[in-house]
């Protein structure tokens, strides 16, 4: 199952700086077999279903282990059936418009 | 990994109705080993991170095979490690400051 | 333009505790000439456009008021025009397959 | 009071492409006073919180003229008082780290 999602993630308890926490993020994510785009909201993602999860798992259990105790991650997550579609088809569909 | 979740299911491509979907999934998530509580604007879930992520998997298998070209999914997680809190506890907390 | 809509607000930079944060807004919201519902992860309004910006702006200056230096608000918002709808409705036609 | 945003837009009952409908959203907001950046699962803005509101009030009646039945709006807010932050300066904060 191939998704296009979107991942934001909150360290609540650590201050008002995440950058050190969503690198970390960024590391692990890449480090995964799924493709990623950091943009000024969140991180766009391509990949299999089962793959972004235990991505999205590790970066949880990396935030709390840099001593995060409580975090909010919000995940948008897009599937579709009628056609492959990638990230990059998204944004040259909407330009293709302009 | 306990996490208290929020999921939100869009179905595309199917009319502007979606209680007939929301109502499937409702039955797949209360099957599994999580609490659920269903509000206006989507579903308030409890449970262990791997559990839900295998009822919000199913979900989406479910309703691209009730027809459901595309869907769009929101999922909210809060997971914290300073201590256990319900959804319950949640809603008490704040109540208890009105 | 009549809305449902839901609010979460997430206080950076004062700990991990955000009741009395959510409390105040709800102070707000429910002042305000919008239905609210609180819930485990939001609250869901009802109201006209203009009435929960106003609302949601209030939150926003009152949270900064109270000594929060960065906060994270999201809300989601459904508008339709085909009928008329309240957030009972919705809860209503989801149970009523079930 | 300046934020920074995300907008996403779900068009419902309409098909299940949804370009031409961000693509005129993107026109109403490019016209407005507000920075606006378009990614594959969003928009990300910056701006003055009423301007940012009233363009999405604009995009919410232009989808509708267009025969919109209904949709649905994500608007994620970012607001803080400690620092003056960019879009850019976000993106960079984290990049420094990787």
Do not use: W
Request: proline share 2%.
């Amino acid at each position: 199952m191939d998704i296009i999602a979107e991942l934001r993630i909150t360290p609540v308890g650590v201050g008002v700086s995440f950058s050190r926490y969503i690198a970390e993020c960024e590391r692990i994510l890449t480090a995964e077999n799924i493709k990623v785009r950091l943009h000024a909201e969140g991180t766009d993602i391509e990949g299999e279903f089962d793959d972004v999860m235990r991505a999205v798992k590790l970066c949880i259990t990396a935030l709390h282990d840099m001593g995060v105790p409580r975090l909010m991650l919000d995940l948008h997550i897009s599937s579709r059936t009628d056609k492959l579609q990638t990230m990059e088809d998204k944004i040259q569909s909407v330009e293709a418009q302009l």
